[in-house]
């Protein structure tokens, strides 16, 4: 079974770095099928870029802004 997780995001660049790389870690270590959305709402503080800048494996972005 694969998991989904979704996190909506708005002007978070000052923990989105930590928030996906805490996330992906945990979600590699217990589950072998998972993907993580970030949901960028709109943001100006470019955190939707930091998450894709990442390259985390399984880590992916959508949304506007």
């Known amino acids: 079974m694969k998991i989904s997780v ?3 995001m708005y002007n978070e660049s000052s ?3 930590d928030t996906a790389k805490t996330l992906s870690e945990y979600m590699q270590n217990t589950f072998e099928e998972y ?3 970030f949901v960028d709402d709109g943001s100006k503080d470019n955190c939707a870029q930091i998450v894709r800048d ?3 494996p399984n880590i992916r972005v959508s949304g506007y802004g």
């Open 54 to 56: 990442l390259e985390l």
């Open 15 to 17: 923990i989105i770095a």
């Open 6 to 8: 979704i996190i909506p």
């Open 35 to 37: 993907e993580v959305i």
